[in-house]
């Protein structure tokens, strides 16, 4: 019976996805390595060549939704269900492999890739297919105004009101695959230890900000978190 952690909050990073066959941003290979991250991912970037832009999540959309849960999405969809506290995901991924292994309870602060912006009426729309600059909005018909749902640098995170209400209550904070070198997400760490929560960090390599946390557990993502999440439940 876990009884020790009332409030969890997880956050998660490219690392959790990378054995579902997604690539990370900044490891050898990583998207970064292969892209200028100033050219696909920023507003200006988008606003110089959009169709460039368009055709690089087109392609990430199409992997994004051929991509399985792993186990350690799994294992955390279980710690969800099976904590008598509460337990809120964050993710920074635009992958959906967090609600395909059952997780309910997520933000997904840096967008997600299966749903579109409308940049003419605001809203969002489930999507599968590709974007071009000439796809209408199904909402306000408007064409040339509908792009990723993604987060780009310089522009605001969402949701993070409720992400920040959740770290100031937070008794364990846990950081999973992600290097700790984009903030605010980055900055999550010291949020929680403003709460006196415990800080745990699962990843393959220390990240940016390892020394921050009060354990450190390395391994692939797969065989740490579930290891993790058996020994939560069974305390
Ligand atoms: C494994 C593993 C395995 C591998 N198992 N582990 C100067 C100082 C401070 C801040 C700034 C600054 N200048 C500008 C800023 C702000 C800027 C920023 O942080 N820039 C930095 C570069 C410094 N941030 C922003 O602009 C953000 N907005 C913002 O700040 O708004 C203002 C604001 C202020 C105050 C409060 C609130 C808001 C927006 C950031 C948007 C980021 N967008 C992206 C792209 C999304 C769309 C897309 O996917 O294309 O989000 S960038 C990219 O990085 C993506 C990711 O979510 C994000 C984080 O990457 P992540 O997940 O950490 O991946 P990696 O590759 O970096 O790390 C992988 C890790 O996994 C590694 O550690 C591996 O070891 C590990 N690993 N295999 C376990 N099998």
């Known amino acids: 019976m876990l009884d020790y952690y009332n409030n969890i909050v997880i956050l998660t990073g490219a690392g959790l996805s990378a054995e579902s066959g997604l690539s990370t941003f900044r490891d050898k290979d990583g998207v970064w390595t292969r892209h200028d991250l100033a050219e696909v991912a920023t507003p200006e970037g988008f606003a110089r060549n959009p169709d460039m832009v368009q055709d690089f999540y087109n392609a990430r959309r199409k992997q994004v939704v051929e991509a399985k849960p792993n186990a350690a999405h799994k294992a955390l969809a279980r710690l969800e269900k099976k904590h008598p506290g509460e337990v809120l995901t964050v993710t920074q991924n635009v992958d959906v492999l967090h609600e395909a292994a059952g997780t309910a309870k997520l933000i997904h602060m840096h967008g997600q890739l299966d749903q579109a912006l409308?940049?003419?009426?605001?809203?969002?729309?489930?999507?599968?297919?590709?974007?071009?600059?000439?796809?209408?909005?199904?909402?306000?018909?408007?064409?040339?105004?509908?792009?990723?749902?993604?987060?780009?640098?310089?522009?605001?995170?969402?949701?993070?009101?409720?992400?920040?209400?959740?770290?100031?209550?937070?008794?364990?904070?846990?950081?999973?695959?992600?290097?700790g070198s984009v903030y605010p997400a980055a900055g999550f760490v010291m949020e929680a230890k403003r709460a006196r929560a415990r800080t745990v960090e699962l990843n393959l390599e220390p990240s940016e900000g390892a020394s921050l946390f009060t354990e450190s557990i390395r391994g692939p993502a797969t065989e740490v978190v579930p290891q993790y999440v058996e020994r939560l439940l069974s305390a």
Request: glycine letters at 10%.
């Open 118 to 179: 409308c940049t003419h009426c605001d809203a969002r729309h489930g999507w599968s297919d590709d974007i071009t600059t000439a796809t209408p909005c199904p909402g306000c018909g408007e064409c040339a105004g509908m792009r990723p749902d993604v987060v780009w640098f310089g522009e605001m995170p969402y949701q993070m009101d409720d992400i920040y209400e959740a770290l100031s209550r937070c008794d364990l904070f846990i950081s999973i695959g992600t290097s």
